[in-house]
């Protein structure tokens, strides 16, 4: 019948046709997951509701059911996801909901919330602390705003816009000034700066995994928002 027509489909799908046979005891962590994925599906529902996917997984198995929800997706079905993963949200989800302590306390695009706590910067340490003066004058070149000097750390930070352009340019006023470095990097804020920004405390994964924090909803509880194929 239909029914284990879609299963025979599904197991193949999933890669888990040849182990169709045997106990599921047997299975890994991320075969399981696939097969219970796969069992939601046989009904072909067009909503589906993942409750932290991922959770516990190695890297690649949570990198094989990603690329798997981003098929569901691309096939028209839409996933509302729970993660307590920063990472996965970023990666998965159209709509993002952040939730901290039961309470919705953001909600938009990945880009829309990283641009709440502001944009690219270059970071900077240096390998002298005698430096520092120099080095703020070089940085404040490129800068779109004040740029903040730790002399403790000898950690410099600039608000930039460019990107890698920028940074090039950044190293060339360094290296002008004779400056030394012990560090330097392009960054750009991450849901993880997004969370520490609205609550005050990063967030933490249970299973320390990467990219982790309380759950992220796109659209359910305290996590972050699935993809959405259908809409």
């Keep these: 019948d239909r029914s284990r027509q879609r299963a025979r489909e599904l197991l193949e799908r999933f890669e888990l046709s040849e182990a169709a046979d045997r106990p599921v005891k047997g299975y890994s962590g991320g075969m399981r997951r696939r097969l219970d994925l796969a069992g939601a599906l046989v009904a072909e529902p067009p909503v589906l509701f993942l409750d932290e996917p991922t959770t516990g997984l190695d890297p690649r198995s949570r990198i094989e059911l990603w ?7 691309a096939s028209g079905t839409t996933l509302l996801l729970t993660t307590q993963y920063l990472e996965e949200a970023d990666q998965l989800a159209d709509d993002i909901v952040v939730v901290d302590h039961g309470s919705a306390i953001a909600r938009g695009r990945s880009e829309e919330l990283k641009a709440q706590v502001g944009g690219e910067r270059i970071e900077a340490t240096l390998a002298d602390a005698a430096q520092l003066d120099a080095a703020h004058d070089a940085l404040a070149v490129v800068a779109v705003g004040e740029v903040e000097v730790d002399r403790e750390a000898r950690h ?8 890698a ?3 090039t340019m950044a190293l060339r006023e360094l290296d002008a000034r004779g400056v030394e470095l012990s560090d330097i990097g392009l960054r750009r804020p991450t849901l993880d700066d997004v969370f520490l920004s609205l609550t005050g405390h990063r967030a933490e994964a249970s299973d320390g995994g990467p990219g982790a924090g309380p759950p992220q909803e796109g659209s359910p509880s305290g996590s972050a928002q699935a993809p959405e194929g259908s809409r």
């Design 67 to 73: 690329s798997i929800i981003r098929e569901l997706v």
């Design 156 to 163: 410099l930070v600039a608000p930039i816009t460019g990107g």
């Design 165 to 167: 352009a920028v940074l």
